[in-house]
Antibody, heavy 116, light 107 residues
Framework: QVQLQESGPGLVKPSETLSLTCTVS????????WSWIRQSPGKGLEWLGY???????NYNPSLNSRVTISVETSKNQFSLKLRSVTAADTAVYYC??????????WGQGTLVTVSS | DIQVTQSPSSLSASIGDRVTITCQAS??????LNWYQQKPGKAPNLLIS???NLETGVPSRFSGSGYGRDFIFTISSLHPEDLGTYYC?????????FGGGTRVEIK
């Protein structure tokens, strides 16, 4: 059974870069879509983007090109970077595995607060 | 972006009741619609994909239907463990978007 675990700082200062890593166990990063999804009280669930098939990516345009998702196959990890954060980026961030349209496996989520 | 609008935003029902949640897409999405359950303090869990396909291990009291713009999610007989929030999510085009959620409470 595949498991996903998010890790990274729980507090980020405004204008800085939010960086999170998702470690995958019980399966390899192969032919799946690996996504980041966040959840905040104000905006609900929001898909940020995914990486798939050898490093191809798609991102949510609402993030105005602030987001980058990358994969490190040798470590069975994929990562999220979100630049120039504001308080509106405060949320629980989930990493997921799935198909092109659905998130079938989720990490437990990690709360990231943007505050000085 | 394609928006998906869920209703109601919350409901309260008794054990054994039939529960129905609707989701309407802002444009035709064929059957590219999924349903998730989120229990308090937990990550969402995929219940139904492709509008009506039950994921492995999901109880048969859960079902989904619909095509195009209008979709329905049903719990045929509410169990105590069904407490939580339910979300629809489309994948008719990028970006993927979620409905606002329906909180299900037990009377």
């Amino acid at each position: 059974q595949v498991q996903l675990q998010e890790s990274g700082p729980g507090l980020v200062k405004p204008s800085e870069t939010l960086s999170l890593t998702c470690t995958v166990s019980g399966g390899s990063i192969g032919d799946y879509f690996w996504s980041w999804i966040r959840q905040s009280p104000g905006k609900g669930l929001e898909w940020l983007g995914y990486i798939y098939y050898g490093g191809h990516t798609n991102y949510n345009p609402s993030l105005n090109s602030r987001v980058t998702i990358s994969v490190e196959t040798s470590k069975n990890q994929f990562s999220l970077k979100l630049r120039s954060v504001t308080a509106a980026d405060t949320a629980v961030y989930y990493c997921t595995r799935g198909t092109i349209g659905a998130a079938t496996n989720w990490g437990q989520g990690t709360l990231v607060t943007v505050s000085s | 972006d394609i928006q998906v609008t869920q209703s109601p935003s919350s409901l309260s029902a008794s054990i054994g009741d039939r529960v129905t949640i609707t989701c309407q897409a802002s444009q035709d999405i064929d059957t590219y619609l999924n349903w998730y359950q989120q229990k308090p303090g937990k990550a969402p869990n995929l219940l139904i994909s492709g509008a009506s396909n039950l994921e492995t291990g999901v109880p048969s009291r859960f079902s989904g239907s619909g095509y195009g713009r209008d979709f329905i999610f049903t719990i045929s007989s509410l169990h105590p463990e069904d407490l939580g929030t339910y979300y629809c999510q489309h994948h008719g085009a990028l970006p993927l978007t979620f409905g606002g959620g329906t909180r299900v409470e037990i009377k």
